[in-house]
């Protein structure tokens, strides 16, 4: 039998439905590339994490704050918030492979916790231990308050959606409604330096129905951008609070900043139906995703402010893009594709979520980059303890990144697919099943590794299947389906074909830093080349233009990557004083082979140099 497949690029937007998310379980990752990811995650490094919080002195100020023995405050201002980033990774865990032990440390911490919040719901550690009550608020642009506050909230929720325990949420409602009662118009005026809160709010709302919820959530996203932060002294760009959200055209100023605020406006958008502030928020994402991401996905130019820089201000070297950042892109991207159906924010999540996160850890589940270059030179000095030329470490003296890559991982089940309407929309693809009502899909696939998807029904369904835009040639049950859109199908058995070509991409001639490079991509994947695979310096390889592309898998490298290699040149000329002399046309070096392998997968091995951006000969 051969059923009807059509394509759209939103087939939210076409039939006016709203997709929502699947319920725990409902998406199960049980096998394929991601997997084992999820075990190290749960097996490994959450574990390890709450160790790290122990030594780093984190936990110990919770407990300080509780009443729990004497001492000073340790750490930065910002210290709560990995801890609750590591309580909400170890309740989705906890949701993904219940365990006894799993579900004692959490009862434990959140006891501590609990005992920490003052009586009208304030709850800071650092700030309690070192400026007490009159501290409160008093510094809001730095002290990260309402950070912590939204990082408590949202781990509040997945503790109590994955294990039932309402513990963690009955100290969130507390401290929300602390927080309706102190801010807004006619109250105090002011906004967290550090945006989260506006997330969390809204998603305390949805599990609560409180309404109060989802309108400081909006009243905080509209004081952005009226002066607030301008007139406690401090240059608004960084915050961005320079403009209004609605009025914004693109993001600017600290990355994970921006795109934290712009998740949680998008969640405001959703949950209020304001389709002028949704239509805002789709011009700052078209602008940043094409002016100011690089090809990894990788957010924020500038090690200076850990900021988004100008339009293509892309340095490869330079590149900051830090770990949290790409989370905060996946983030929105999420909630972008949720409010409108279109296919280009799936594709967006993907190449975010495949290089720009996953370079941030490491094979094993437990070392982590903070910031993550398209290059590293060789003999690369580590001038930062954040600078990569020390290879992935497993801890930070500001470690947002590591908890963060810990509860992304954890939930990543949750990004996989939507329902409404009865059909089920999958937007990433990995070995597993999926759950609506009383109908069963098993995902049988090797993506990224092959293109092809096998998907089983215990019964005809119809399904919505994501066809990224570099799959041109994509075939569904063997029909012909357009790149970039969403094939709909109804069938209780589908085979989606997505061709895995190389492709060979060159970088926008607007971007002086790699102006004449070409990268090598594949599926989802970008590629990079590593000094350890090379019989050439990395530093000097060019590609051959006519060289052609191929891709071997090998099993025993790197976990199991596909491998490209092609051709290239060394020899690239030498300097005298200021001047750059080119090589001779007949000395232009000797032709070498070039080895490439995924961009997460770099500095595995050891550390050296590498490449994405590679000049053409």
């Known amino acids: 039998m051969t059923e009807a497949v059509t394509t759209s690029r939103s087939p939210a937007a076409a039939t006016h439905g709203r997709w929502q998310p699947l319920g725990l379980g409902q998406a199960k990752i049980t096998g394929g590339f991601w997997a084992p990811r999820q075990s190290r995650n749960g097996e490994d490094a959450i574990p390890s994490g709450q160790d790290q919080l122990e030594t780093a002195g984190n936990l110990q100020n919770l407990r300080l704050a509780a009443g729990i023995g004497a001492g000073e405050a340790i750490g930065p201002v910002f210290a709560d918030s990995d801890v609750y980033k590591w309580l909400e990774a170890a309740a ?20 501590v916790v609990a005992a920490a919040q003052r009586e009208d719901g304030y709850l800071d550690s650092v700030v309690q231990l070192r400026y007490g009550d009159e501290g409160r608020y008093q510094q809001l642009v730095w002290s990260h308050e309402h950070y912590c506050a939204g990082h408590l909230i949202q781990a509040a929720v997945a503790q109590a959606r994955c294990t039932g325990d309402r513990a963690l949420l009955d100290v969130a409602i507390k401290l929300a409604d602390h927080l309706v009662a102190t801010f807004g118009d006619d109250k105090t005026v002011d906004v967290d330096g550090h945006p989260v809160i506006e997330m969390a709010l809204v998603e305390l709302y949805r599990e609560t129905g409180t309404t109060a919820y989802l309108d400081l959530a909006k009243w905080f996203v509209e004081a952005r951008g009226h002066g607030i932060i301008r007139n406690h002294g401090h240059e608004p760009a960084y915050f961005s609070d320079r403009v209004p959200v609605r009025e914004a055209t693109s993001v600017e100023g600290h990355a994970v900043r921006a795109v934290y605020l712009a998740a949680g406006a998008t969640d405001v958008a959703l949950e209020t139906g304001d389709t002028d502030l949704l239509d805002a928020l789709k011009r700052q994402f078209e602008h940043m995703w094409s002016t100011k991401a690089y090809v990894t996905g990788g957010l924020g130019a500038r090690w200076e402010g850990e900021a988004f820089g100008d339009e293509y201000e892309l ?7 830090e770990t949290c950042a790409a989370i905060g892109g996946i983030q929105w991207a999420w909630r972008m594709l949720l409010a409108t159906g279109e296919a280009s924010y799936a594709d967006a999540l ?23 270059p398209l290059q590293l030179r060789g003999g690369a000095h580590a001038d930062n303890g954040r600078s990569p030329a020390h290879g992935r470490r497993g801890w930070f003296d500001c470690a947002c990144c590591p908890p963060n890559i810990m509860r992304t991982l954890a939930s990543l089940d949750g990004y996989l697919a939507t329902t409404c309407d009865g059909a089920i929309q999958i937007h990433q693809y990995a070995a597993g099943t999926l759950t609506v009502g009383d109908t069963e899909l098993t995902v049988d696939t090797a993506y990224p590794w092959d293109g092809t998807v096998r998907i089983t029904a215990t019964k005809p369904v119809a399904v919505q299947l994501r066809i990224p835009a570099w799959a041109d040639g994509a075939t569904v049950n063997g029909q012909s389906v357009q790149a970039g859109a969403y094939a709909d199908v109804t069938a209780n058995a589908i085979e989606l074909q997505l061709p895995m070509a190389t492709r060979v991409v060159g970088a926008d001639p607007r971007i002086d830093a790699v102006r004449g490079c070409v990268a090598l991509e594949r599926g989802p994947l970008v590629y990079a080349v590593e000094q350890v695979d090379q019989d050439a310096n990395v530093d000097d390889l060019h590609l051959l233009p006519e060289a052609s592309v191929a891709a071997s898998h090998d099993d025993d490298l790197l976990d199991g990557v596909t491998v490209l290699r092609t051709r290239g040149r060394t020899g690239t000329g030498h300097r005298d004083g200021w001047s750059f002399i080119p090589s001779a046309k007949d000395d232009t070096g000797d032709e070498v082979d070039v080895v490439a392998v995924p961009y997460y997968a770099w500095a595995n091995r050891e550390v050296g140099a590498m490449r994405v951006w590679l000049p053409r000969a």
């Open 92 to 111: 989705w865990e906890y949701g993904r492979n219940p365990n006894d032990d799993l579900l004692k440390r959490i009862r434990d911490l959140t006891s």
């Open 315 to 321: 340095p490869a070297d330079r590149a900051y893009a």
């Open 350 to 372: 993907e190449r975010m979520l495949y290089n720009g996160f996953l370079a941030g850890v490491s094979l094993k589940g437990t070392e982590y980059f903070y910031v993550n």
